[in-house]
C-alpha cells in the first residue's frame, strides 16, 4: 500500500504544476496588463513563481521519495537512528534564508514606483467611493478643485492614453478599494483621508473598475469603468460633459 | 482497564447520582472531559461553519439561482433566492465560526485540555476551576453568534475582521443591527475562555511537569501549545481593547474607529474624532499572531504524529522548536502585511514586507526537518499518518503562496482577491484541519479506549485530499486573474465573467468536501461505542500518555510517571523493541520497572 500512497502524493506536485502551466492559456491567470509600471508586478510575479515552483516540486517530489523508499512493508533497512544534522540545519537555514532576502530587497524599488515615489503632476480627478458607485470630478478647464467649473460624474472615470495619471482617493463613508485589474492598481479609499493613486495606461480601451473592500451588502455591484482614449477624446469628453452639467443647471 | 470504572468513581459520594452525573460529565473538572466536551462542541461548530461555506459556494457557482431544498424557507419573500445582504453574513459568519469556534478551540481547547496534562505527566491542570469556566464561558459566545442570526436585520455582515465605518456605524449596514453588536460580545467571550485556558496551559507546562521531564524533554505537541499560550496572553488584551472599543462606538456613540465626515444617507454618520486605521492595526496585532495560534499545535502534532510511524526520532527537535519560537516572535511584528493597501505609510509597508518574508524561513526549517524525519524511516501508512503528511504536502503550498502576497508590489494585484482565500485555506484546512483529523485518528483509542476505524479513516483521507485540492486549488488561480473575495456575484464584471465554470468546478467540489466529512462523523461515532478496545499504547509510542491507561481515570496516571529521555527515541540501540518510552527506565535499572503492565 505504501507505493500507492507516495504515488498518490505524487499526484500534488504533477497536477498542480500541470494546473499553474495550462491557466495562461485558458486565461486562467494574470488578466492582460494594458499599463506603463504593471510589468513589474507581472514580472515579480513570474519570478517569484519560479522560485516557490522549484521549491514546491522539490519538497514535494522529496516527500514522494521518501514514502516511496521507507515504506516498512517494503524497506528491510532499520530505521535510521538519526535526531538530526547540524550541517543540514544550518544549509536549509542560510540557503532559504539568502533567497528570501534577495527578494525582499529585490521588489523594493517596484514598491517604491508604485506607491511612493508620487508623480510630479496636478491631479487628473478626484475619485470619492461612497455606497456604492465612484464619483468622479475633474477639476475643469481652471485645473483646480473646488471650484465652479469642477466637471462631474459617475462611475465611469475617463483618462487620456500614454500619460501618468494622477487620482486623488477619497471616500465619504466606509472603506472602498479602487481595483483597476488591468493596470495593477489598488489602493483602498479611507474616510477623513486623500490618498493619491498613479498609473499610466498604454492601451485604449474601456476596462473594469472594481471595488476590492468589502462596503456593505451592495459592494459586489459597485462596479465602475476606466476608459483610456487618445488626449483629443479625452478632452472632448471633458467638454461634452460640461456642456450636460451647464445644461441642468 | 476495570481501573477506569472505579477511578471515576473519584468524586465523592455525597449526593445523589444526578448531581454526579453533572459533575462528572457535564461541569466536569477533569481536564480529559473538558478536552471532550471541547472537542464535541468545536465539531458541532464544524458542521455549522461548512454549510454556511456551501452557501457561498452556491451562490459563486450558480448566481440568484433559488437555494435547492431550503431556499423556499429561508427566503419566501425572494422565492427562494439568496438576497446580497445574506451573502455577507454568510462569509462572514462562516470565517468567524470557524476562526473563534472551531480552529482556534479545537486545537487549544480539544486537544490543549486533553494531552497537556497528559503528555506532561500530570494529575490535572493547575487551575481546574478555570478550566472548566473557559469551556462554559463558549457557551455565552455560542449564545451570541446563534442568536444574532434571529434578530433584526439579522448577523454580523462586515467581515471576520469587522473592518469600521462599516462594523461601527449602523446606518452603514442596515443588514446589521443588533448582529454586529452581538457579535462582538461573541468574540469577547470567546477570548476569555482563550485567556482563562492560556494562563492555566502556561502554568501547568512550568509547573506541573512530572520528574525528569525537562522542557527539552518536552513533545512538540506540548511545545506548539506552549507557545501558542504566550502567543494568546500577549495578543489577546490587544483585541479584547478593541472590541470594547466598537462596542463603545457601536453603543454608545463614542468614535474611535470613526473619522469626522462620514456621510451616509446624506446625513453625517457616527461620532466622528477617530480613525479606521487603528482598529486594522489592533485587530491584526492579534489576528496575526492568531493565525499561528492556528497553527503551532498542529505543527506539534504533526511532529509528534510523524516521528510515531517513520519510528524514528524527529529530525532536528531543537531548530524545530526555535523555529516555533521564530515563528511566535516574528509573528508580533509582521500583522502590517494585511494593510500593505490600507492606506498605511508605503514606507511601513516595506518594513512590513521584510518581517514577513523572513517569517516564512521558519516555516521552512520546520518543513525540512520533517521531510528529513521521515527519510530513512520505516513508514507505517495508517490513517493519522497519511493525515500528517498530507499537513506537511499542503503546508508546503500554503507557506509558498505567503511569499507572493508578503511580496508588496504582488499583493497589489492579489489581495482582497480569491488568490487570499487559497493561502489561508491551504494552511488552515490543509494544514491545520488534517492535523486534527490525523490527530483524532491518533489519540482517539487515548481518548476513549477504543480505535477508530482504519480503513475508512483511509477513505476519508483520500476523498478529504483530492477534495479539498479541488476546491481551493483553482482559487490560486481566479485569484490570479484578480477575481475579488466577498463579491456577491462577480460575473458582471467584464474581466470575471468567464470564471464562472470553474466557480462550479469548486462548489461542486465543495459539496463532494462536505459529504465525505460524513465518513469521519460515522466513524467516529460508531467507534464511539463499538470500535475494538485497546491497551495503553496501541502505536507503540513513546510519550506519557502512551503509558496512562486508556481512557485514563481520573489522576491520569496509576504510577508516578518518571521520565528518563525525550519523546522521539525511535529504533534506539540501547533496546531491542523499536520504541523506548520516555518512563522505561534505562537497561541496567530495568529490573526495578515499576510500569504496571496492561
Ligand atoms: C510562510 C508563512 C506565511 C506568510 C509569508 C504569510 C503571508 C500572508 C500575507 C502577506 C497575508 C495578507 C495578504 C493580503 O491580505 O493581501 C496573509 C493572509 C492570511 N494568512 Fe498568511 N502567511 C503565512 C502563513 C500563514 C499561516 C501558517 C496561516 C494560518 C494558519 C496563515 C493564515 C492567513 C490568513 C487567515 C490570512 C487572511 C486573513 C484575511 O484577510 O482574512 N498564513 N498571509
Ligand atoms: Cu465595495
Ligand atoms: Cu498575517
Known sequence: ?249 | MSATVAEHGHVERTSSPVLEFLRTYVFSLDHKVIGIQFLFSTLFWLVIGGLLALGIRWQLAWPWTPLPVIGKLLFPAEGGQMPPEFYTMLFTMHASIMIFFVVIPILAGAFGNFLIPLMIGAEDMAFPVLNMLSYWVMWPAFICMIASFFVEGGAAAAGWTAYPPLSAVEAAAPASGAGQTLWLWGVIFVGISSMLGSVNYMTTIIQMRAPGMTLFRMPMTIWGMFITAILQAFALPVLTAALFMLVLDRTLGTGFFVPEGVIINNAQAGAGGGQPLLWQHLFWFYSHPAVYIMILPAMGMVSDIVSTFSRKPLFGYKPMVFAIAGIAGLGFIVWGHHMFMSGMNPYLGLTFMLSTIMIALPSAVKTFNWLATIWGGRIQFTAAMLFALGFVSMFIIGGLSGIFMAATPVDIMIHDTYYIVAHFHYVLFGGTMLAVFGGIHYWFPKMFGRMMNEFWGKVHFVLTFIFLNGVFYPMHLVGAAGFPRRLADPYHYEAFAHLLPINQFMTISAILLGLSQLIFFGNLFYSLFWGPRVGRNPWKANSLEWSAPSPPGHGNFDFQPIVYRGPYEYSSPEVDEDYYPQVQPPPEKAKVAEQPAD
Open chain 1, 1 to 249: 500500500m505504501g507505493r500507492i500512497w507516495s504515488l498518490f502524493f505524487l499526484l500534488v506536485p504533477i497536477l498542480g504544476t500541470i494546473t499553474i502551466v495550462a491557466a495562461p492559456y485558458y486565461d486562467h491567470w494574470l488578466p492582460k496588463d494594458v499599463s506603463a509600471e504593471g510589468y513589474q508586478v507581472d514580472h515579480l510575479f513570474n519570478f517569484i513563481l519560479w522560485i516557490t515552483g522549484i521549491v514546491f516540486i522539490g519538497t514535494e517530489v522529496a516527500l514522494f521519495w521518501f514514502m516511496w523508499k521507507y515504506d516498512a512493508e517494503k524497506n528491510d533497512q532499520p530505521a535510521k537512528y538519526t535526531h538530526g544534522s547540524h550541517h543540514l540545519e544550518i544549509v536549509w537555514t542560510l540557503l532559504p534564508a539568502v533567497t528570501l532576502l534577495f527578494m525582499a530587497i529585490y521588489q523594493m524599488n517596484a514598491w517604491a514606483e508604485h506607491k511612493i515615489k508620487k508623480p510630479q503632476v496636478a491631479p487628473l480627478a478626484e475619485v470619492t467611493a461612497r455606497q456604492f458607485e465612484w464619483r468622479i470630478r475633474y477639476p475643469g478647464p481652471d485645473g483646480k478643485f473646488d471650484t465652479p467649473d469642477d466637471i462631474y460624474d459617475v462611475n465611469l472615470l475617463v483618462v487620456p492614453v500614454d500619460e501618468v495619471v494622477l487620482i486623488n482617493l477619497r471616500s465619504m463613508d466606509v472603506l472602498h478599494s479602487f481595483f483597476l485589474p488591468n493596470l495593477r492598481v489598488k489602493q483602498d479609499a479611507l474616510p477623513g483621508r486623500v490618498i493619491p493613486v498613479w498609473f499610466r495606461a498604454v492601451e485604449q480601451g474601456d476596462y473594469d473598475l472594481v471595488c476590492a473592500e468589502l462596503c456593505g451588502w451592495g459592494h459586489y455591484k459597485m462596479k465602475g469603468r476606466l476608459r483610456v482614449v487618445s488626449r483629443e477624446e479625452y478632452e472632448a469628453h471633458l467638454q461634452k460633459l460640461s456642456r450636460e452639467q451647464e445644461a441642468t443647471q
